[in-house]
């Protein structure tokens, strides 16, 4: 056949200026036997960037910024703003005073407060004080704002979505004409309608994110300080609690799952392997958690990630330890590919 390529570098070559490629020569590296991510295990100490968190409030506004945040780099995937393959995660500061301004965004994003007491959240004309270890979530589209009324600055981990709005091509933001948005509902009204164990009487659910926006760690940790009295503790993870739409029980947010648990004093978990990479953020207590071969000694607002189908063994030093994390497990879950492995 005069004109055909008569060697496989040379066909590779033709067929490329059609757009075509040859499945054969990378069909090992697109369906692995187990996952292969270019996450790697990595750590920040809180103590250690504090100081660069309070350095940008002296050189940008809250407003001009948008939002102030230093974005938490996951060292395999450096300059694209991914903790994790599909997730962002970044420190935002908001100085007392001062508001980022309110937006809304198809991006679903979650709040971990790290530091810091009198800020505000404001989702869809509520507000919400913000507490450290408080869980707060601005589900997609929704107008939300920030702002201080407290004397010191604030600190909080964010959490979204962003990777996969990216990788959808589905990314929409919309600006609200002033600072704020108009308060429209008292404080507290989200929690008491739906956060009770009950509903409004004439309830239709509204959608799959949780209705509750403001999850109260002193909530939390009464749940967990209740827990901590039995001794049947789950042999990886200690006790550990995910946080729920009480319209479902299933989890708060659709592309994002939530948890937190409490490590005993004394106890040392077994290796355990699952398909959502996590991020975790210590609350209370100090640790230590290996990943892969890599030992990491946490404390109190220390962050670090695990990748997918890596070995994660976490420990208690001293007392009881808690710690907080999200990951994508709601979207595999919901799309039937999360797996777990218990053991070594």
Known sequence: MTGIPNSREAFYADIKTRNLAPLWESLHSLITPTPKSRCEPAFWRYDDIREDVLRSGELITAKEAERRVLIMENPG???????TTSL???LQLILPGEVAPAHRHTQSALRFVMEGEGAYTAVNGERTTMHEGD???TPSWTWHDHGNDGDAPMVWLDGLDI????????SFVEQWPNDSQPVTRPEGDSLARYGQGLLPVDHDQRG???PVFNYPFARTRDALATLGRTEDWDSCHGAKLRYVNPETGDHAMNTIAAFMQLLPKGFSGETYRSTDATVFCAVEGTGETIIGDQVFTWGPRDTFVAPSWAPVSHKSLGGDAVLFSF???SMQQKLGLWREKRGP
């Open 135 to 137: 869980f707060i979530i």
């Open 163 to 170: 990777p996969v709005l990216q990788f959808l091509d589905a």
């Open 208 to 210: 799959h994110t949780s």
């Open 327 to 329: 990951s994508d497990r």
């Open 77 to 83: 995937m450096p300059g694209e703003a991914r903790i």
């Open 88 to 90: 962002y995660a970044g």
